[in-house]
């Protein structure tokens, strides 16, 4: 299963953007990207996927290189709610039934006031 | 709607003793994945279930089990309990199988053994 590289934390300023990179250079054809984040106490919750192109939803914007081999979760303006540990994780669209869906350390991000 | 409920929320055992922990996805949903998050750690896959049947399980001893129901609810039991099962056992439900499907994780039972 190819494997994602994060940071292990981040600090941002309140009410700025945040960027959280996220990379996986052995990336397959058939390798959706995934963001959760686990707020403190809570179980994961599900933040934005994509394959090829940026998507953009109410809660981020993900950016997707154009060799697919990194991506970037954009938070465009951080709240003190966004504090939370945030997994880039791979989901093969061809390994149904084998899938074996496991989630990193993931990058621990702190917001600053 | 309700979420992904488990229980029972938080539970004390000791070593070598058995629990049994619950989870029941949400309405629709057939899919039940398990994970377990020791303290400072990722999240772990144990086991995926869909439509009654174990799909796949992670690296975990024969000790750890489950089941689901035909009501789609599940079980996560653990046998001969040891210090390092000391953890946050979540589950998470799917309506879809497949690399698009967004899983909805309740918000676990916190597992210690003393």
């Known amino acids: 299963d190819a494997k994602t590289t994060q940071p292990n934390s981040m600090e941002s300023n309140e009410e700025e953007p945040v960027h959280l990179p996220c990379n996986h250079s052995t990336i397959s054809g058939t390798d959706y990207i995934h963001w959760y984040r686990q707020l403190p106490s809570q179980g994961p919750e599900y933040v934005i996927h994509?394959?090829?192109s940026n998507v953009n939803n109410r809660m981020a914007s993900l950016a997707i290189a154009e060799d697919r081999k990194s991506s970037t979760l954009i938070l465009h303006r951080a709240t003190l709610r966004d504090a939370a540990v945030y997994y880039c994780i791979l989901r093969d669209v061809s390994n149904f039934g084998n899938e074996k869906l496991t989630f990193g350390t993931g990058t621990r991000l702190t917001i600053i006031p | 709607e309700a979420g992904v409920t488990q229980s029972p929320t938080h539970l004390i055992k000791t070593r070598g003793q058995q629990v049994t922990l619950r989870c029941s996805p949400i309405?629709?949903?057939?899919?039940v994945y398990w994970y377990q998050q020791a303290l400072g750690l990722g999240l772990q896959f144990l086991l995926w279930?869909?439509?009654?049947?174990?799909?796949n399980r992670g690296n975990f001893p024969p000790r750890f089990s489950g089941r689901q129901f035909p009501n789609y609810s599940s079980e996560l039991n653990v046998n001969a309990l040891e210090l390092e099962d000391s953890a946050l056992y979540l589950c998470?439900?799917?309506?879809?199988?497949?690399?698009?499907?967004?899983?909805?994780f309740g918000e676990g039972s916190r597992l210690t053994v003393l």
């Open positions: 998470a439900s799917s309506l879809w199988v497949g690399a698009t499907g967004e899983l909805f």
């Open positions: 279930y869909d439509e009654g049947e174990e799909r």
């Open positions: 994509g394959l090829t």
């Open positions: 309405s629709g949903h057939t899919s």
